[in-house]
């Protein structure tokens, strides 16, 4: 089996990429930025048809986007390009080559009033982001057996990256207070446990919609305490705020979080609890100092 994994520079990208290459599933990444990947940006319709050339993919995971919920709201027409129109010039290759396609969509597709949610429940986007991220994932649908992943809150431990545990790991070292939504409820999921959960789906053809996230529902407040329980901060340098304190451009789901029945029924198992991936993280860091 050939792997392309468009966005193999990202968060969930980079976690794929491993676990292929442990795996021993021969892959190519895509980067707009070079050093050992494709070249491929979403908004350029020519980028996209000459990885395809090239790689040659049995199956592809579209891990790109548009992925800063503000920048979104503030250029919903690039947002629009990178996260709906990108997505279906993939699907449209797929469908050329016949590979099978897995997309990354989103919590965001909710309007966080009634979470957790499962993977039937009527989607209402509030923001942007979330809007143009079901546009995509529509697009993707539409190509026979294709599966899209719906997940939240993806931290791991990535200096390259910007997710939430390592924008506390960050605050933490500068000694600057960080300001965490106490209002926002969801299923942090560890990177590489969702990377894993998602190669399995696959390698089983599932297809449709299937959430992928961890199975503790808990405000982002919440999570970062359990994360400075883990790595042995004291939290005071964290500041509970409500949402609607944060002047954040794009609106947020507030009651969100993903339900994950359907994974469970499907691979035998849901993915381990926070507190046991807060506790990698926490080797990974001991091993860094
Ligand atoms: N992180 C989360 O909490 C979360 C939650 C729900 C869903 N998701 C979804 O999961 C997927 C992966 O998220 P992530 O956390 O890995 O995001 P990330 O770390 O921000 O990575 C984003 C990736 O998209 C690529 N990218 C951005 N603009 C692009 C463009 N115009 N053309 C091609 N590639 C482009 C970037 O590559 P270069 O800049 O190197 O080109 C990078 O590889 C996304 O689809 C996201 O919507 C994420």
Redesign the pocket.
């Known amino acids: 089996m050939k792997a392309l994994i ?9 976690a794929l990429s491993a676990l292929c290459v442990r795996r021993r599933i021969e892959v190519y990444g ?4 070079g050093q050992g ?1 494709l070249y ?4 350029d319709e020519t980028s996209v048809r000459d990885a395809f050339v090239k790689a040659r993919p049995d199956v592809v995971f ?7 919920v503000d920048s979104c709201e503030r250029d919903p027409e690039l947002a629009r390009l ?2 709906a129109e ?1 997505p279906a010039l993939v699907a449209g290759e797929c469908r050329k080559v016949g590979a099978k396609l897995v ?6 597709v909710f309007d966080g009033s009634a979470g957790p949610y499962g993977e039937g429940d009527p989607v209402c986007p509030v923001s942007a982001y979330g809007r143009t ?1 079901l546009e995509g994932e529509r697009a993707v649908l539409d190509v026979e057996g294709a599966l899209s992943v ?6 791991s431990h990535n200096p390259a ?4 545990v390592m924008q506390l790991i960050s605050s933490q070292r500068s000694g600057a207070r960080m300001r965490v939504p106490s209002d926002q409820f969801s299923t942090p ?1 560890y ?1 590489p446990e969702l990377a894993s959960a998602v190669l399995d789906l696959a390698g089983k053809g599932a297809s449709g919609i299937y959430n992928v996230a961890g199975p503790d529902c808990m405000s982002r407040y919440e999570f970062a305490l359990r994360a400075c329980a883990a790595f042995g901060f004291n939290p005071a340098f964290l500041e509970p705020k409500l949402t609607a304190e944060l002047g954040q451009a794009a609106a947020r789901p507030l009651k969100a979080g993903l339900r994950t029945g359907k994974l469970a029924a499907e691979l035998g198992r849901s993915l381990p609890p926070s507190e046991e991936s807060l506790r990698k993280i926490a080797a990974i860091m001991k091993q860094y100092e």
Not at 6 to 14: D, L, M, P, T
Not at 40 to 43: A, F, P
Not at 103 to 108: H, K, N, P, Q, V
Not at 161 to 164: A, G
Request: one cysteine or more; glycine letters at 10%; hydrophobic letters at 30%.
């Open positions: 468009i966005g193999a520079s990202g968060q969930v990208g980079g895509t980067s707009r930025k990947f491929l940006d979403l908004s579209l891990c790109s986007a548009m992925t800063h990178v996260n990108g997309y990354f969509s989103t919590e965001y991220k719906r997940t939240t809150v993806v931290y990256s910007k997710n939430f999921t990177a």
